[in-house]
Antibody, heavy 118, light 109 residues
């Protein structure tokens, strides 16, 4: 059973960079797309992007200029950096696994709330 | 910008059947969009229900089914139970990019 756990600061100042890490357990970080998704309070889900264990990435075009997703296979972790944050980036951030062969997201982390405020 | 549209809200009686749909601003939804469906209850992370149009995860209740219907992706819930009350989201694939629908609030009343 794959498990994912997000970690990182819960409060980030405007104009700074949001940084989160997702630790994967119960399975290898290879052979899947490792995904970040966010949800502003009271709103719907937004796909941020994913990374393959090789390091190849794909991002939401609306966030592409500010997003970087990276992977550390030695630690079974992948990370999200979102630069120049504003209050609009306040959200619950989820990491998830997308099974490439099955064309579906299957496992989710519990999420971590990040608030952008001075 | 691609928009994926779902019914904002639906209300159904216990024991009933309901179909939620997921439309694409680019045209008909096909199997090539690999529709996924998720359930989210208040205060919880989303839970995956359906992948690649109609495939169920091992934990997906048998009363949930996915399909393509009239150019849209569809999620049908039959024999509705009170615990099915939740927000439901679809996700469509557009090449290497994924787009979520706005979600449907399902009330079982």
């Amino acid at each position: 059973q794959v498990q994912l756990q997000e970690s990182g600061p819960g409060l980030v100042k405007p104009s700074e960079t949001l940084s989160l890490t997702c630790t994967v357990s119960g399975g290898s970080i290879s052979s899947a797309y490792w995904t970040w998704i966010r949800q502003p309070p009271g709103k719907g889900l937004e796909w941020i992007g994913y990374i393959y264990y090789s390091g190849s990435t794909n991002y939401n075009p609306s966030l592409k200029s500010r997003v970087t997703i990276s992977v550390d296979t030695s630690k079974n972790q992948f990370s999200l950096k979102l630069s120049s944050v504003t209050a609009a980036d306040t959200a619950m951030y989820y990491c998830a696994r997308e099974d490439i062969a099955e064309a579906g997201i299957d496992y989710w982390g519990q999420g971590t709330l990040v608030t952008v405020s001075s | 910008q691609t928009v994926v549209t779902q019914e904002p809200s639906l209300t159904v009686s216990p024991g009933g059947t309901v179909t939620l749909t997921c439309a694409s601003s680019t045209g008909a939804v096909t199997s090539g969009h690999y529709p996924n469906w998720f359930q989210q209850k208040p205060g919880q992370a989303p839970r995956s229900l359906i992948y690649n149009t109609r495939n169920k995860h091992s934990w997906t209740p048998a009363r949930f089914s996915g399909s393509l219907l009239g150019g849209k992706a569809a999620l049908t819930l039959s024999g509705l139970q009170p615990e099915d009350e939740a927000e439901y989201y679809c996700l469509l694939y557009y090449g290497s990019v994924r787009v979520f629908g706005g979600g449907t609030t399902l009330t079982v009343l």
